[in-house]
């Protein structure tokens, strides 16, 4: 049982400089000057520095609480106990996984918060995952990038054939690592790969699918996230290093990898070692290393914005609270540029400067807009960049559109809503999903106390005023459409939810929205390699729901389904978004309120359901919808953005 909130704040003052105290005073040999100061270094001496802060019974009891109480908010929380096909191996009893972690034996602070790690991963809904910055701010390169691709007809998996460019962009202070320890890998570009690990190479892809990439419900989904990808990373484009090639954190020193050389008929196993690259805060010793990636510092936890004098949003936006749906990718925190021979050469037109790359390509009929991401710098940017690039592409006689959505991870719901309605027209109506979030005791709570004190939408989610009826006028401030709730049952689990909203997303629309599709709705069509989340995924099953858009998935393991949405869910908040819900209704003391984290870390989790437009009784995240195309990667197309676009269109166009 998990110790009683009344326990751990008594505890909360002393545990930080007691613990401090504790490494303060490092053995003769401290494991973590070792690699201080410096960017790339041995795995071994970076598990030897995380793994020498001993296990802390006060810290797993502040971590369980605060996650179990979380857990409460979790919407998807019943349908884990027994996950419908074709997602039926995340399926996950949460409650008997939490019981176990509380029971288990530590030997150290980095055991149990790994453990907890692996969990929230393998649950695979990247909006609800616990991130230690303490264990989760390095992580592990492998000087070979991994890939599926087809040769001569037939679907293998390889070390990447530009390796030696790609990971030359890390720079020197990486290879020379390599190069001190005689390791040759600049020769294993381009080898076939028969083994990893001893597994047939899919069978390690699956594994490491399981047990690695987490953030998406489909296997098929995760199996492509294992491989070498090009994608947009901030406003650049970049190649994604893969799962098995770029893990989050530090578990693993070297890979063998049983393979044939360019030029060869001889199979050779290679143990490939990992580099670790280190994201945190710069540290010089075991004690400054705690201080300053693992303590709990002033933006762990939430605040009461009634008296703190502004809002959470720090962007150019409206004023409401701006929702957002993303999963985390660690490594956009180390993003390695693309080569230069695979960005695209093909006349950019405006709206380009940011998140959004816009093309037309030779055939001077296509327009390519490729949407790395939601999650701008500018909300309103975006939008103004998107009404660019479309007149630009009417402008210049272009009579279809491409849009690719590759490693899209995400970002502000609104965003995804703009962009179709954009596409769709104004005619279409209502751009976004019925939603919901879970009626638990506390989110009743939270919704009356946000009415009484006249909380609105420029602090609180849980307000009124954020939401629509389903005939799209705006819900008063003080309307408390959580109480009385609605029943629901989720595997034979009564899970009663809000009433049934819409979002207001029309109400933050910098720009108009042109009544006709600006294209022939079957003169738009989607490529991406599945791996888009949240807002993406959103978006791109609007496209397919109400406009039946053409959607081409390249990828994935041969002979296995890969859908083209990785996780949809409606609304993620991050812990210390919750926590300012909590703290801004008054309700911190509560005794169902989550404590302070006393551990620089997000327990993140997915705060709302969007419901399909197909099916309303199944959230979009459990409905499967399958692309229609499918197409393996080339050497060609892995990591060529153009040359995939110029494929896809000769397919999808047709």
């Not at 039926?88 to 530590?106: D, F, G, K, M, P």
């Not at 890390?170 to 005689?182: A, H, N, Q, R, V």
């Not at 106390?449 to 629509?468: C, H, M, P, R």
Request: aromatic share 12%; hydrophobic share 40%.
């Amino acid at each position: 049982m998990l110790l009683p909130l009344r326990y751990l704040v008594s505890v909360a003052v002393t545990l930080t400089s007691n613990y401090h105290q504790a490494v303060a005073a490092p053995a003769p040999s401290d494991p973590c000057t070792a690699i201080a100061g410096q960017t790339f270094v041995l795995p071994a001496d970076v598990l030897a520095c995380e793994r020498s802060f001993p296990f802390n019974e006060t810290l797993r009891q502040n971590v369980l609480t605060t996650v179990s109480r979380v857990f409460d908010f979790y919407t998807f929380e019943n349908w884990y106990l027994d996950s419908p096909p074709p997602f039926q191996e995340s399926t996950n009893n949460i409650r008997a996984n939490l019981s176990r972690i509380n029971t288990t034996v530590y030997e150290t602070d980095y055991d149990f918060n790994i453990d907890l790690y692996d969990f929230t991963t393998q649950m695979n809904d990247g909006h609800t995952r616990w991130f230690t910055n303490c264990y989760t701010n390095w992580q592990n390169i492998l000087p070979a990038p991994i890939i599926n691709v087809e040769i001569n007809g037939t679907q293998g998996v390889y070390i990447a054939p530009d390796t030696v460019e790609f990971i030359s962009l890390i720079g020197t202070d990486f290879t020379d690592i390599l190069d001190e320890m005689g390791f040759d890998w600049q020769r294993l570009a381009g080898a076939q790969v028969t083994a990893i690990e001893g597994q047939d190479p899919y069978d390690y892809a699956d594994f490491v699918a399981d047990t690695v990439s987490g953030n998406f419900l489909d296997h098929g989904v995760r199996v492509n996230s294992a491989f070498s990808s090009y994608r947009i990373s901030g406003t650049d484009f970049s190649q994604r290093l893969g799962d098995i090639a770029g893990p989050t954190g530090v578990k693993q020193t070297s890979l063998d990898v049983t393979l044939i050389t360019v030029n060869s008929t001889t199979e050779e196993t290679v143990s490939i070692p990992y580099i670790a690259s280190f994201l945190g805060v710069a540290f010089t010793d075991q004690t400054s290393y705690w201080e300053n990636n693992c303590a709990a510092n002033a933006a762990t936890n939430g605040m009461d914005l009634r008296n703190s004098g502004s809002s959470r949003a720090s962007l150019t936006t409206p004023r409401r609270q701006i929702a957002k749906g993303n999963i985390i990718d660690k490594s956009n925190d180390s993003a390695v540029g693309l080569p230069p021979q695979f960005v695209p050469t093909a006349p950019q037109v405006n709206g380009s400067e940011g998140v959004i790359k816009n093309f037309i390509l030779p055939d001077n009929q296509t327009g390519v807009m490729f949407v790395g991401s939601f999650e701008p710098d500018d909300f309103d940017q975006f939008q103004a960049d998107t009404v660019a690039a479309i007149t630009a592409f009417q402008a210049a006689g272009v009579s279809r559109l491409l849009i690719d959505l590759t490693n899209n991870g995400g970002g502000f719901v609104c965003l995804g809503q703009f962009l179709f309605q954009y596409l769709a027209g104004s005619k279409i109506g209502y751009p976004g999903f019925v939603s919901t979030n879970r009626a638990n005791p506390l989110a009743q709570k939270i919704v009356a106390a946000d009415i009484a004190l006249g909380n609105d939408d420029t602090i609180t989610f849980y307000s009124a005023d954020n939401w629509a009826f389903l005939n799209d006028t705006e819900m008063p401030e003080n309307f408390n459409y959580i109480d009385p709730s609605l029943p629901f049952t989720v595997n034979g689990v009564n899970e009663p939810t809000s009433q049934r909203f819409h979002d207001t997303c029309q109400l933050s629309f910098t720009q108009t929205i042109p009544q006709d599709p600006p294209f022939p709705t079957e003169s738009v069509a989607i490529v991406s390699n599945g791996n888009c989340a949240s807002t993406c995924a959103m978006f791109s099953t609007l496209m397919n729901e109400r406009l039946q858009t053409k959607i081409a998935v390249f990828g994935g393991k041969p002979g296995e389904n890969v859908e083209f949405k990785g996780m949809a869910g409606n609304q993620v908040l991050e812990w210390a978004d919750i926590d300012t819900e909590i703290k801004t209704a008054g309700l911190k003391d509560d005794p169902l309120a989550p404590p302070d984290l006393l551990v620089s870390a997000d327990f993140r989790h997915n705060w709302r359901t969007a419901w399909s437009w197909l099916n309303e009784s199944i959230p979009i995240a459990y409905l499967s919808e399958l692309p229609k195309l499918r197409f393996p990667y080339t050497l060609d197309t892995y990591n060529d953005p153009q040359n995939l676009w110029v494929f896809a269109t000769s397919q999808l166009f047709s």
